[in-house]
């Protein structure tokens, strides 16, 4: 057996109410959406975890490949190549000082950015040349 | 000789640059899902301020219906 109120202001009785139920409605819409996102979120995250695994192998192979030297003289290139990008796209950034760049790449620097393209494109061309000079010969 | 030697060394150059690539690639396509998981984080934020702020609209507007109630 359910009560009975006579309210002496219905409609702001009502509308407090059916506020409420929408409020409530809106809620429920946005808790779908945070869920989708949340699924969005763990399906990259293992994607990410994928790939750093994948970045991780290729590295170690690249490692096994190169020598010491090899490895140490891209390291140095990379240092320097990314220290003149990232000084030209910070440049214009005022709050960026030298100093931040600096600890901004040393966090960044990985022996994955370590070897040159251009000079390893630039020694198998002369390889190429020098092979094609001894068949000619 | 010196062929045989040259062509190792064009082999092992070719293979370090056919990882180098691959590299380059994975870091790219790593630094994008990074991006797209900064969005999502923002936009996680926003949608949980959001719900937070219709929570307490909602707990208002039964507070008042409540208040109406008890004052019959």
Redesign the interface.
Known sequence: MGYY?????PE??RY??I??IK??L??QG??E??VL??Q??KD??N??TK??K??EE??K??EQ??TPDELTQGIKQSIEREQRTTKKEYDYEETIKPKKINEELKRNITK?RT?D?LD??Y??QN??K??AD??RN | M??KS??I??E??????D??????R??E??RQ??E??KK??I??KS??E??EE??N??DT??E??RR??D??
Do not use: G
């Not at chain 1, 109120?5 to 202001?9: A, G, L, Q, R, V």
């Not at chain 2, 990882?19 to 380059?24: P, S, T, V």
């Open positions: 109120y006579e309210i002496k202001k702001e009785f407090s109410v506020s409420s409020e409530c809106l809620l946005e808790h959406k945070l996102i949340r969005a979120k990259l995250f994607e990410i790939s750093s994948e970045l290729l590295t192979a690249l490949i190169l994955t070897l393209l390893f494109e020694t198998l390889i190429e020098k092979l001894i068949k | 010196e062929e040259l062509f060394k064009l092992k150059y070719k293979e370090v640059n990882l180098f690539h691959r590299i380059e994975t870091k396509q790593t899902k990074i797209l998981m999502l984080m936009k996680e949608l949980l959001d719900f219709s929570l609209r909602a507007y039964m008042d219906a109406l109630l004052k019959e």
